[in-house]
Structure formats: structure tokens, C-alpha cells
């Protein structure tokens, strides 16, 4: 029979065990429609939207209870009120106060003393690597290693996923490192799936009652009879929170998991100080790597952690409305349990239901793109694991993200260095480009970086055929690897994971358009941000890019202009602020001699550019005057003379008027530019510009009056 139940207050939840059986339990007896949803046609299992619920019984006919309103009302939807909100989570941090770290040592206690269970688990796992070993072993005698290096890969994928959650892990972390692992290697791996069976519905009940300490039928009055999705971890169902009627998804983890994954990273610690010891062409400390890696993972199992991860996510971006984050029910959540928003979203791999929507695939991606951005070289708090399956296209075209288990961060410094290793690349500055891997810390300091500038511009050259806005990332990233493989490189993990965020959004849209290029639609940022940040690191790698040789390259200006107007948030405003504090700020003597030099020689092409013009309009008598009064031509100018004097004056005039007519700009900013040039440093750098314009200028009529020949202008 159907029962009536109040829920026991949130201190009981983090303490109650499990009921007991006598106790009334879920039981699955039909389906009926859950309020609120709508239909969609993805997901896996139950599709999203499908009609299903269980009926809540009671074995014990003597079980009933009231209903406490106060609480129900506690227990509804995200509290709106922050504090209220934040003491929820600290009732959830409560019931995760147990939740299993990674520490070596513990295992190694623990698994020293349990023989049979490691000798057995040993068996499988060499069982399955061994073979693949003794291909590689027959492949290299036989001189076919290249030849099935791509067969090999996908054989290893094969055997990841069947060695179960751990190995799936280690796959999916390996598919990000260059530095390990060949290209062929990396794109089978990439594919590796969370795509493992479910496990029974009565274990995951089971571990919501045990986690929450409350019977299922207080906590939702409808769930969906088998999980919607299966991952690595741990399913997720659709349920109906029983107190306030919200659909939410609810993320159960795999019983025994953390057991199956403790002994794994036991034994494969123990492989990699053997791979240390003996295997000589492998530079990066394994050990080491398999103990980040098992953290990272161990991390993933505390869902509490995941909840405030989505948390300090959706508060980052949450300006973006392209961009949704679902919210967390902290009363419903805790280290193997997590609760939050159901999303109606459809995968971006599908995308026919994406078009019947309404939807492009395309404008999503580029969305991707601009947030992850962002993520990486703004906040540097960054989403590590953006496959199809945790990105979602809402109906009213919003990109979702669903799962916050693998998360990074970019170190502050590292992020200027990838801003100006993409200048170093634009430049074809590849003994620049090889030192920027000490500053990512690809490199120790000690490693000479000379050897490798051949590798890097042997690569580039032939990738930059193209400009650098129309290059495929992934093949940065194959050349890239293949670099990094030859050569001592350790990859960060905020780095690797970089790259694998990047190339998934790009693998996205090439299913839609297969001249799409991830470069091209981050170009607006970089330019965003060279324009307008004021970190003294991107001020000097914009002078980099826009002097070469002490002139002033327009062209590059007018491209940063045209991509960085693209960027939603360019404002003129912000790119001329930076520019004039460091102009006219302490340090700026150098870059204040080349900005006189180009002011001299931009005024005398603009007033020459006139004069041209009013020559080239005069009537045919009046030519014929200014003719016989200048019996050497035109000023003196020879014709590629002008020809390159005109052109440059066009360029200028035409990133004036980018600037005038952006969509930012405020007249209102001339004044602030006027006060900016009662400064002393701005009169001074005034003066200057008058006394090299007057020299120019003398100089030019002194050849006019003594014929004599021309004085060479190379405004280029």
C-alpha cells in the first residue's frame, strides 16, 4: 500500500543507516507521466521525456507517518537565499566527511595483506596487456611497428574497456598526453566511451537510502525504472523530488568502485616503478603520472565535490546565457549520490534532432568554443571533459553543460604564455615558440631547447601555408605530439586537457562542416584580448606582432580590429586604455621612440596622400602648372613611391575608421583622450612627433627646391 512518510531532518540524513527491510522500499509497478517534462528523443536506456515512475509500498501495514511541512519546504528546490543554500552544501560536505582519498600508502598497507585478491586481479589485467605486449614484441621483430600502429590502437581500446572503470580512466587520460602516446594512438583512445553496463536497480536504490538515510519513497515520488545513462562511475536516473514536484537527475555511484579502482592503481603504481627503472625511452616520471591520474579519479568519486565544482562553475559564467549549468540539491546529495536539474537537451552528436529543433549545430559549437575559451585563459577554471555525451543543446538553444566530475585549472601565468605562444606562431618565431615551454613548464630549465626549433619550424612551415586562422587544430595538435614525443617534454595535465577540449568541440562541428576550423573561431578572442588586457606580458607580445624591424605592420592592426569586433565583448574603449597606459606609463621609452617614428611617418603619408589627391582632381590647365613648376613629376615622387604611400594611407584611414565605426565606440572617449594628452609624458611624446613631422617635412622641401633626387619613402 501507499504510505505516507515525513523526511528526518537534514543533521539525521549525514548519520541514519540504512533501513531495514521491514521498512518500506521502491518497487517498480508500472509507468505514469512525471509533470513537468517534455518529450525528446535522446538519451540512452529510458529516453528523455519517456513516461516512467515507481509506485512507493510498504511491506509493513503499521507504518505511517505525517508530513512536516517546515521541512518539506526546506527541502524543496535550490534554496534562492545564498545562506541557506551554503548550509545545505555544508549538510552534504557532512555526509561525504568519509569519502575515500588517494593516498598509496593506505593501499599498499591494504593490498599487502590480501594476496589471492591482487594475484588474481593481476592475472586479468596481464592477461590483457600481455598479449597486446607480445604484438608489439612480434610487430617490432618483424619490422611492422608503424605498420599496425593504428590496428594495435584500437585493440588496446578493446581491452581498456573490457578491464573494466579503471582502465577506461587511464585510456581516456592517455588519449590527452602527446607526450606518451603517438598520434595514432591518442585519436583510437580519444574514443573511448563511458559506455559500460548498468548495474542492478536494487544496488542503486539501495545506495540512495544508505547515502540519504531516508527510505526512496520520501525522497521522490517517481523514478525511472532503469538508469537513463551508464558511465564508468557510476548511472543516472530520472526521478521526481516527492516534496516539491522538480525533475532531477540523480547520479548513483557503482557499488564497489572504489574497491576495483584501489586495487588497479595499486598494481599499476607498482608497474610503473618497474617501467622507471627499465624502460629508458619513456622521460616522464610514470609514477608520478599514475598518482595524479588516481587522484583526479579518486576526486571523481566524491560527488560532493562535483556538486561544488558545478557550483564554482555555474558562478564563473553565469553572464554567459548561452551557457547553462544546472543547479545541485545538497539535501539530496552526498559522496555517492549526487542530485540536480534534469536538462531536456539533445546530444551534440545528433545532429538531425538538433536541425528539427530549429537548432545549428555549428552556433553551439562556436558557443563551446567562446565559453571554453574562457574557461582556459580567463578564470582558468576549466571543464576537462567536454565529450558529447556531457554537452547537451537545450530546447531554447542554450548549450548545457551535465557533468562537472573532471575539472582543471590553467595556472595564472600560463595562461598569458599560450596567448603569446599563439603570437610567436602567427610570427613564425619558432626560437621564441621552443622558449615558451619553459614558461608552460613543459621543459626544465635545464633542457636545451635548440634541437627542437628545427623540429617546430619544419612542422609549421608547412602548416602555416594557410593563415594561421584557417588551420585544422587537430593538425597543430598531431604535429605538436609528434614533436613532443621525440623530444623530453612533460606535458602539464591543465595542458593536455586543453588540447582534448579544443579538438572534441572541433571534431563536433566537422560532422556539420568539414572546413570548419577551431583557430578561426577563437581567433576573435585572441585578438579580444591582445586589443584590451593589460597584463604587461600580452602588451609586449602585441608590439611583437605589430612592429617588425621598427615599423608599424597596419595590417596586422586592422586584422586584430576586424576579429576582435566579432568578440560580444570588444569595446574600443577597452583596447585604447591599455595601449595609452603603457604608451605613456614608466617603461615605455622604447615603445614611445617606434610610435614617434610611425606618427612622423603616417602624418607626412596622410598630408603627401592629399596633396596626391588634389593634384589628381585639378583640371588639366592647372596640372599643366603645377607641371612646369616642378619639372621632376609630382612632388618628387616616384610611381611605386606613391603607390605604397597611398596604400598605407588607405590602411590607416581604414582602421580609423574600424575604430569609428564599432558598435563601442563613444565619442565621449576623445575627451577622455584629450585629458590623456595634457599629460607630460603625452606633450612630451607630442613635441616629438612635431619635431621629426617639421624635419621630414623641411627635408622634403629642400629636395623640392634644389631638385634634387628623390629621398627615398619606404612606408611599408
Known amino acids: ?92 560536505l557532512a555526509r561525504a566527511a568519509n569519502a575515500t582519498e588517494y593516498h598509496p600508502e593506505i593501499l599498499s598497507a591494504k593490498y599487502s595483506s590480501r594476496p589471492f585478491k591482487v594475484v588474481s586481479r593481476m592475472l586479468e589485467i596481464f592477461t590483457g596487456l600481455g598479449s597486446f605486449a607480445l604484438k608489439l614484441a612480434v610487430d617490432q621483430r618483424r619490422g611492422q611497428l608503424e605498420l599496425r600502429k593504428r590496428q594495435r590502437a584500437a585493440e588496446l581500446t578493446e581491452i581498456f574497456t573490457r578491464l573494466g572503470p579503471t582502465f577506461v580512466k587511464i585510456g581516456q587520460g592517455l588519449s590527452t598526453r602527446p607526450d606518451i602516446c603517438p598520434p595514432e594512438y591518442i585519436e583510437e583512445l580519444s574514443q573511448l566511451q563511458d559506455a559500460l553496463p548498468t548495474f542492478p536497480n536494487e544496488n542503486a536504490f539501495a545506495c540512495i537510502e544508505s547515502e540519504l538515510g531516508a527510505p526512496l519513497g520520501s525522497v521522490f515520488s517517481a523514478i525511472s525504472p532503469e538508469p537513463v545513462a551508464a558511465a564508468s562511475l557510476g548511472q543516472v536516473y530520472k526521478a521526481q523530488l516527492k516534496h516539491s514536484g522538480q525533475v532531477v537527475a540523480v547520479k548513483v555511484q557503482r557499488p564497489e568502485i572504489e574497491e576495483t579502482i584501489g586495487l588497479d592503481f595499486y598494481l599499476l603504481r607498482g608497474l610503473g616503478f618497474l617501467v622507471n627503472k627499465y624502460v629508458d625511452f619513456i622521460y616522464t616520471d610514470v609514477v608520478v603520472l599514475i598518482d595524479e591520474f588516481a587522484k583526479r579519479v579518486y576526486q571523481e568519486l566524491n560527488y560532493v565535490q562535483e556538486g561544488q565544482n558545478a557550483r564554482r562553475f555555474k558562478k564563473l559564467y553565469a553572464d554567459n546565457q548561452e551557457i547553462y549549468v544546472p543547479d545541485i540539491y545538497w539535501d539530496y546529495t552526498s559522496a555517492n549520490v549526487l542530485t540536480m536539474d534534469w536538462v531536456e537537451g539533445i546530444k551534440l552528436t545528433e545532429q538531425e534532432a538538433i536541425e528539427k529543433r530549429g537548432l545549428k549545430l555549428l552556433n553551439l559549437v562556436e558557443i563551446g568554443i567562446q565559453c571554453s575559451l574562457r574557461q582556459l585563459l580567463e578564470y582558468g577554471y576549466f571543464h576537462a571533459d567536454p565529450h558529447p555525451g556531457n554537452l547537451l543543446a537545450t530546447p531554447d538553444g542554450k548549450l548545457a553543460f551535465i557533468d562537472f566530475g573532471m575539472m582543471s585549472e590553467t595556472p595564472e601565468e600560463a595562461r598569458s604564455a599560450i596567448i603569446g605562444h599563439i603570437v610567436h606562431l602567427v610570427n613564425r618565431d619558432y626560437d621564441a615558440m621552443a622558449h615558451d615551454y619553459y614558461a608552460l613548464k613543459f621543459l626544465t630549465p635545464d633542457v636545451d631547447v635548440s634541437p627542437i626549433v628545427p623540429a617546430l619550424r619544419n612542422f609549421f612551415d608547412d602548416a602555416l601555408n594557410s593563415t594561421v586562422s584557417e588551420l585544422n587544430f587537430k593538425t597543430i595538435v598531431d604535429g605538436l605530439g609528434n614533436v613532443m614525443y621525440q623530444y623530453p617534454f612533460n606535458v602539464p595535465a591543465y595542458y593536455a586537457l586543453i588540447l582534448r577540449s579544443l579538438t572534441v568541440l572541433e571534431g563536433l562541428a566537422l560532422y556539420v562542416d568539414p572546413n570548419f576550423k577551431v583557430l578561426a573561431a577563437s581567433y576573435p578572442y585572441f585578438a579580444k584580448r591582445l586589443l584590451t588586457d593589460p597584463n604587461p606580458y600580452l602588451r609586449d607580445a602585441l608590439i611583437e606582432l605589430l612592429f617588425k624591424d621598427g615599423k608599424f605592420r597596419w595590417n596586422r592592426l586592422e586584422n586584430l580590429l576586424v576579429q576582435g569586433r566579432k568578440d560580444r565583448d570588444f569595446t574600443t574603449k577597452d583596447a585604447l586604455q591599455p595601449v595609452l597606459k603603457l604608451l605613456l606609463g614608466p617603461g615605455g621609452e622604447e615603445l614611445r621612440a617606434l610610435v614617434v617614428k610611425e606618427a612622423v611617418r603616417i602624418t607626412e603619408v596622410i598630408v603627401f596622400g592629399s596633396m596626391i589627391d588634389a593634384y589628381d582632381s585639378m583640371p588639366g590647365f592647372m596640372k599643366v602648372v603645377v607641371r612646369n613648376s616642378n619639372a621632376n613629376g609630382r612632388f618628387k615622387l616616384s610611381d611605386s613611391e606613391k603607390r605604397n604611400m597611398l596604400e598605407l594611407r588607405d590602411r590607416v584611414l581604414k582602421v580609423w575608421s574600424l575604430l569609428r565605426s564599432s558598435d563601442s565606440f563613444d565619442p565621449s572617449l576623445l575627451q577622455s583622450l584629450l585629458q590623456v594628452l595634457e599629460e607630460p609624458e603625452a606633450r612630451n611624446l607630442g613635441s616629438h612627433i612635431f619635431g621629426g613631422l617639421t624635419q621630414r617635412l623641411l627635408a622634403r622641401l629642400l629636395q623640392q627646391v634644389l631638385r634634387s633626387p628623390a629621398i627615398a619613402v619606404t612606408p611599408k
Open 1 to 92: 500500500m501507499a504510505v505516507s512518510v515525513s523526511l528526518p531532518s537534514p543533521r539525521s540524513l549525514a548519520h541514519r543507516r540504512r533501513p531495514p527491510p521491514s521498512h518500506h522500499r521502491a518497487a517498480i509497478v508500472g509507468f505514469r507521466p512525471i509533470s513537468g517534462t517534455k518529450s525528446d528523443a535522446s538519451g540512452d536506456g529510458v529516453r528523455r521525456g519517456e513516461q516512467c515512475a515507481v509506485q512507493l509500498t510498504s511491506k509493513s501495514r503499521t507504518l505511517s507517518a505525517a508530513v512536516n511541512v517546515d521541512l518539506h519546504a526546506r527541502l524543496s528546490i535550490p534554496p534562492k537565499d545564498r545562506a541557506e543554500d551554503m548550509q545545505a552544501e555544508v549538510r552534504a
